[in-house]
């Protein structure tokens, strides 16, 4: 897995398999770009642990225009990706879980997903399986 250039943006970078990507291409000498929609506590975690072990990084706002030279090349990998199979049948629990990750929202979980979560995090099972039985 070597990078093919100096630079390295790693979409998703603060979850999942991102920051073992980000390590990897670091440790291997490339400037790595950890981004990030949703999850910019964690991508500066990502970015802290990088910097701690001599790494070049960052990680740049969600929406940016970076500068390129002329005869640069962009090398992205996404560690992120969309799920598997209709969102209603993802576990309750996984979507909460996403809500208090902040990758989704408590709209989103009872709009897409079908689950209801209560205004303290937890799941209201009634209204969840109303939801579901639309």
């Known amino acids: 897995m070597k990078p093919d250039s100096k630079c390295a943006l790693v979409t998703g970078g603060p979850s999942g398999i991102g920051p073992a990507i980000a390590g990897k291409f670091s440790a291997q000498g490339a400037w790595v770009a950890v981004l990030a929609s949703t999850e910019a506590a964690k991508a500066q ?14 990680s740049p706002p969600p ?27 993802r ?11 902040g990758t989704v929202s408590r709209d989103k979980a009872r ?24």
């Open 91 to 101: 576990a309750a629990e996984q979507v909460m879980e996403d809500e208090r990750e």
């Open 111 to 134: 709009d897409v997903y079908g689950v209801a979560i209560t205004d303290v995090g937890e799941i209201d099972a009634a209204a969840t399986g109303r939801l579901r039985s639309r």
């Open 63 to 89: 929406m940016c225009d970076p500068i390129l030279k002329p005869g640069a090349t962009v090398v992205s990998y996404s560690s992120g990706g969309a799920g598997y199979g209709p969102p209603i049948g």
């Open 45 to 58: 975690s990502v970015v802290a642990d990088i910097e701690a072990a001599g790494g070049a990084v960052t």
